[in-house]
């Protein structure tokens, strides 16, 4: 009992926080006056208690007695040095129910001084049954999300899958009414409800979630649980997380569909242009006669097709590259003297249209192995993109970051305009998609090509006010 501890043995609080979550037996912290300020899920489930009903307040709603702490500490090391064995407590669960635990307490030496407090005999019993077994087993997997409600609509099991997914952390929801643990999330929206037991059964039914920071796509099972005589006693939902798998299916549609414009370019894309080299040599012609002759309206509607006439051969042109593969000249690229020489050409697009332009390289930017010219062409495509998108005022800021797995340089570019709609942001890599009045539909769909090839990926992100595009490439 008299056993001393220091925190600098944890590192941190978060630090001892998850220690604590990790022992299989119950335990709980506490500070001088007895106020718990930490327990973890070993003693929840025991007692049936949610954390919110035990930190915070004192310690006697777990073990019924009066005192401080630091009072109970020596009254129990008292009883230990008298009987030569741990103390022996009586504990109360929730409902009311009470039983005799030895405990164990070890305090920090320190000025103010923390106790954490070990309920002995209070652990998870180690004589489930095999269905219980089972649902602890799920509840651990990784790749499975699993919601067990009880009658009362009380989160009784929960996956760290779900925890993860539904933003939430296991200690803090569990016996927790959903109401409660959901709070902020109007209940249409939530993707646990209380409708569930009511009998609503979901069979491999595909939807969409989105938390703060990352959209999933489910296939969702739900259905109730009964007693031996039917009674609805609860409710279960299963969720498994496609959102790669739903992406692979979408690149190979986006695949398909750039197979069949490939076909259709390599077999139109010389009969177009040869009729186009001619048209446009002799309306050059017309033009140098109509200047001579002082026929000002004539040369201006041949500058006028001249003008298209370049519009339908860079449509050609971005055809063919979107379509075949192209012989990209791979090499080491210096990703700081690319945006020495595109940060020019993006000023002055910028000042056009009354835009700033804020460059914030976070050090110097890595080397990768692609094509200079075509990553150009995909950093001044998306900048112009976002510099159009703000019309006549805003901020389009380029910087640079490690993505999570730390094995890509991401290139983001963030402008201030009025965002992409929901409805729209799952279309703008689609060949021909466009909201502009006179864009072809192939710019972004060319970037994302690029990119691809190169190894890397495009992201793009806009919640109402404003759009970033990440550009992902494997650095050296």
Same mark, same amino acid.
């Given at each position: 009992?008299?056993?001393?501890?220091? *925190?600098?043995?944890?590192?941190?609080?978060?630090?001892? $926080?998850?220690?604590?979550?990790?022992? #299989?037996?119950?335990?709980?912290?506490? +500070?001088?006056?007895?106020?718990? /300020?930490?327990?973890?899920?070993?003693?929840?489930?025991?007692?049936?208690?949610?954390?919110?009903?035990?930190?915070?307040? &004192?310690?006697?709603?777990?073990?019924?007695?009066?005192? @401080?702490?630091?009072?109970?500490?020596?009254?129990?090391?008292?009883?230990?040095?008298?009987?030569?064995? #741990?103390?022996?407590?009586?504990? !109360?669960?929730?409902?009311?129910?009470?039983?005799?635990?030895?405990?164990?307490?070890?305090?920090?030496?320190?000025? +103010?001084?923390?106790?954490?407090?070990?309920?002995?005999? !209070?652990?998870?019993?180690?004589?489930?049954?095999?269905?219980?077994?089972?649902? @602890?087993?799920?509840?651990?997997?990784?790749?499975?999300?699993?919601?067990?409600?009880?009658?009362?609509?009380?989160? /009784?099991?929960?996956?760290?899958?779900?925890?993860?997914?539904?933003?939430?952390?296991? *200690?803090?929801?569990?016996?927790?009414?959903?109401?409660?643990?959901? $709070?902020?999330?109007?209940?249409?929206?939530?993707?646990?409800?209380?409708?569930?037991?009511?009998?609503?059964?979901?069979?491999?039914?595909?939807?969409?979630?989105?938390?703060?920071?990352?959209?999933?796509?489910?296939?969702?099972?739900?259905?109730?649980?009964?007693?031996?005589?039917?009674?609805?006693?609860?409710?279960?939902?299963? *969720?498994?997380?496609? @959102?790669?798998?739903?992406?692979?299916?979408?690149?190979?549609?986006?695949?398909?569909?750039?197979?069949?414009?490939?076909?259709?370019?390599?077999?139109?894309? &010389?009969?177009? =242009?040869?009729?186009?080299?001619?048209?446009?040599?002799?309306?050059?012609?017309?033009?140098?006669?109509?200047?001579?002759?002082?026929?000002? =309206?004539?040369? @201006?509607?041949?500058?006028?097709?001249?003008?298209?006439?370049?519009?339908?051969?860079?449509?050609?042109?971005?055809?063919?590259?979107?379509?075949?593969?192209?012989?990209?000249?791979?090499? /080491?690229?210096?990703?700081?003297?690319? *945006?020495?020489?595109? !940060? #020019? /050409?993006?000023?002055?697009?910028?000042?056009?249209?009354?835009?700033?332009?804020?460059?914030?390289?976070?050090?110097?930017?890595?080397?990768?192995?692609?094509?200079?010219?075509?990553?150009?062409?995909?950093?001044?495509?998306?900048?112009?993109?976002?510099?159009?998108?703000?019309?006549?005022?805003?901020?389009?800021?380029?910087? &640079?970051?490690?993505?999570?797995?730390?094995?890509?340089?991401?290139? +983001?570019?963030?402008?201030?305009?009025?965002?992409?709609?929901?409805?729209?942001?799952?279309?703008?890599?689609?060949?021909?998609?466009?909201?502009?009045?006179?864009?072809?539909?192939?710019?972004?769909?060319?970037?994302?090509?690029?990119?691809?090839?190169?190894?890397?990926?495009? =992201?793009?992100?806009?919640?109402?006010?404003?759009?970033?595009?990440?550009?992902?490439? #494997?650095?050296?």
């Amino acid at each position: 009992m008299k056993t001393k501890f220091s *925190f600098n043995l944890f590192g941190s609080f978060r630090k001892m $926080e998850q220690f604590m979550q990790q022992l #299989p037996y119950a335990v709980l912290l506490s +500070d001088q006056s007895g106020r718990i /300020i930490e327990c973890n899920e070993a003693l929840l489930r025991v007692t049936g208690y949610t954390r919110q009903e035990i930190v915070g307040h &004192h310690i006697n709603v777990i073990i019924p007695c009066q005192g @401080t702490m630091e009072q109970l500490y020596r009254e129990w090391t008292n009883k230990e040095d008298l009987w030569e064995s #741990p103390a022996e407590v009586e504990w !109360l669960d929730k409902s009311g129910k009470t039983g005799r635990t030895n405990v164990m307490v070890l305090v920090q030496d320190a000025e +103010d001084p923390l106790y954490l407090v070990h309920l002995v005999n !209070l652990a998870k019993d180690s004589n489930d049954s095999l269905p219980q077994r089972l649902v @602890t087993q799920l509840a651990s997997d990784i790749y499975l999300g699993i919601v067990v409600l009880d009658r009362a609509a009380k989160i /009784i099991e929960i996956s760290q899958m779900a925890c993860r997914l539904l933003g939430v952390e296991r *200690f803090h929801v569990l016996n927790q009414h959903i109401d409660k643990a959901f $709070e902020g999330i109007p209940e249409e929206h939530r993707l646990i409800k209380r409708e569930l037991l009511k009998g609503i059964k979901l069979q491999n039914k595909a939807m969409s979630w989105t938390n703060n920071s990352q959209r999933y796509e489910l296939l969702v099972n739900s259905n109730t649980l009964h007693d031996e005589a039917g009674r609805i006693v609860g409710a279960y939902v299963l *969720f498994k997380d496609v @959102t790669n798998l739903r992406s692979f299916e979408q690149k190979i549609e986006r695949s398909d569909r750039l197979a069949m414009i490939g076909q259709i370019a390599a077999g139109t894309a &010389h009969e177009i =242009r040869n009729p186009l080299t001619s048209i446009k040599g002799f309306l050059q012609l017309f033009l140098q006669s109509f200047g001579e002759s002082g026929m000002e =309206r004539e040369r @201006t509607y041949t500058e006028i097709m001249l003008t298209e006439i370049n519009r339908i051969n860079s449509l050609v042109s971005e055809f063919l590259l979107l379509s075949k593969q192209r012989d990209v000249q791979y090499q /080491i690229v210096d990703l700081n003297t690319v *945006f020495e020489e595109i !940060l #020019p /050409i993006v000023n002055s697009e910028a000042l056009l249209h009354g835009i700033d332009v804020q460059y914030l390289p976070a050090g110097q930017l890595p080397m990768v192995v692609g094509d200079t010219e075509l990553l150009k062409q995909v950093f001044l495509n998306i900048c112009k993109n976002g510099i159009e998108a703000m019309e006549k005022e805003g901020v389009l800021s380029i910087s &640079h970051h490690l993505d999570v797995e730390g094995d890509k340089i991401s290139i +983001d570019i963030h402008d201030t305009g009025p965002g992409i709609p929901a409805y729209v942001i799952d279309k703008i890599f689609d060949p021909f998609f466009t909201t502009k009045e006179e864009g072809t539909g192939l710019g972004l769909s060319v970037c994302q090509k690029i990119i691809h090839d190169l190894g890397g990926q495009i =992201r793009v992100s806009s919640k109402g006010y404003g759009t970033s595009f990440h550009i992902l490439l #494997p650095y050296i």
